[in-house]
């Protein structure tokens, strides 16, 4: 064999190498995004929108603990925020306690609806969602892997939604799919509920907009934040990857 043909053959591996590599990098997750008091005129004063993030593979396990933890308290109901009381409070915290042990991921995009100014030019309060929308699922996507992104269907205008962040995202060649998806379908789009509806519950009593008469909600919010060991009211660092807030300032 020729000095030239060991070296063909050396290049030869070491690209099937890095091809069988950059194979193994790369990974499938699914995102589960849902929104909170989203609404221009819905008298909330924050909007959220969050998603759930997990790799593919592990999406059967989870489903079924997340079942088997619903059992256990005998709760047939959808998981969510506003379904969380004395009663109920068991079976959330052992959901939360069970996300926080497990390798999911959240991120929530926060603004104060007052500060998005409607009287500027494209910028009106729905041009600023799907601005929200890119900054949730832009900032922390890996072009190495690839993303199926489901969302709760919300309204009528689901498929006008659906057309723009498909133009939005299009140049992203890492997200595979966006789809609608009831949230009764999907337990994640669920757990992506509460979480931000405990986010959104923390703000509105730090700004005094409620009181916070739920003691379950208040133990719901005060496990997370034992958790994650943030405020749930302040930008946590890009590089927090369990559990990621970016709170929008528009002053």
Not at 45 to 63: E, V
Not at 123 to 147: A, E, P, W
């Amino acid at each position: 064999m020729t000095l030239y043909e060991v070296d063909s053959l050396s290049l030869l591996n070491v690209y099937h190498g890095l091809r069988i590599l950059n194979i193994t990098m790369n990974k499938t997750f699914n995102i589960y995004c849902d929104e909170s008091t989203h609404l221009i005129h819905d008298g909330h004063p924050y909007m959220l929108l969050g998603y759930t993030s997990i790799a593919y593979p592990q999406i059967k396990i989870a489903k079924e603990e997340i079942k088997a933890i619903k059992a256990k308290y005998n709760y047939k109901d959808e998981l969510k925020w506003t379904n969380v009381h004395n009663a109920t409070y068991k079976v959330y915290a052992e959901l939360i306690d069970w996300f926080f042990m497990n390798d999911l991921e959240f991120r929530a995009v926060i603004v104060d609806k007052s500060q998005i100014d409607e009287s500027r030019a494209d910028y009106t309060f729905n041009d600023f969602y799907f601005r929200m929308y890119f900054q949730l699922l832009h900032t922390k996507v890996d072009f190495q892997n690839t993303y199926n992104v489901y969302l709760d269907i919300k309204d009528t205008c689901s498929s006008e939604k659906l057309e723009t962040l498909n133009r939005i995202m299009s140049y992203n060649s890492s997200i595979g799919k966006l789809q609608f998806i009831r949230s009764h379908e999907s337990v994640f789009i669920q757990l992506s509920d509460v979480l931000m509806g405990a986010i959104n519950y923390n703000l509105r009593i730090e700004k005094g907009d409620v009181q916070g008469k739920v003691i379950a909600k208040r133990k719901l919010i005060d496990k997370i934040k034992k958790h994650s060991n943030i405020s749930l009211s302040k930008t946590t660092p890009l590089s927090s990857k369990k559990f990621n807030l970016f709170f929008i300032s528009l002053k």
